[in-house]
């Protein structure tokens, strides 16, 4: 069965970085788009950033552009997600997501186009 477990995320204070993981059992990261993306209280899931299977290409939504960076580690069959210079309005659960290789592997910053979710991460950025 394919399963993603995030962690990383936690308290921090405006300015401050998280670096969140997501890794994989079942399944060999490599093969899969991955996306990370956030739902904060009352707002929709928003897509973040995300990294294709076929070439490697990122992509980041606007806001989180010079102070995000996602990246793979196929040893430890994981995608992270660093994050710099937080602000208040990057607080959300924070989620990772697989897109079936079978459909395609190139990322998208689209929710409904990704087949396996992990549970969720909090991420608070408050003084």
């Known amino acids: 069965q394919l399963q993603l477990v995030e962690s990383g995320g936690g308290s921090v204070q405006p300015g401050g970085s998280l670096r969140l993981s997501c890794a994989a059992s079942?399944?060999?990261?490599?093969?899969?788009?991955i996306g990370w993306f956030r739902q904060a209280p009352g707002k929709e899931r928003e897509g973040v950033s995300c990294?294709?299977?076929?070439?490697?290409?990122?992509y980041y939504t606007d806001s989180v552009k010079g102070r995000f960076t996602i990246s793979r580690d196929n040893a430890k069959n994981t995608v992270s997600l660093q994050m710099n210079s937080l602000k208040p309005e990057d607080t959300a659960v924070y989620y990772c997501?697989?897109?079936?290789?079978?459909?395609?592997?190139?990322?998208?910053?689209?929710?409904?186009?990704?087949?396996?979710w992990g549970q969720g991460t909090q991420v608070t950025v408050s003084s």
């Open positions: 079942g399944f060999t990261l490599d093969y899969y788009a």
């Open positions: 990294i294709s299977s076929s070439d490697g290409r990122r």
């Open positions: 997501a697989a897109i079936n290789p079978s459909k395609f592997r190139l990322c998208v910053l689209s929710a409904p186009q990704y087949d396996y």
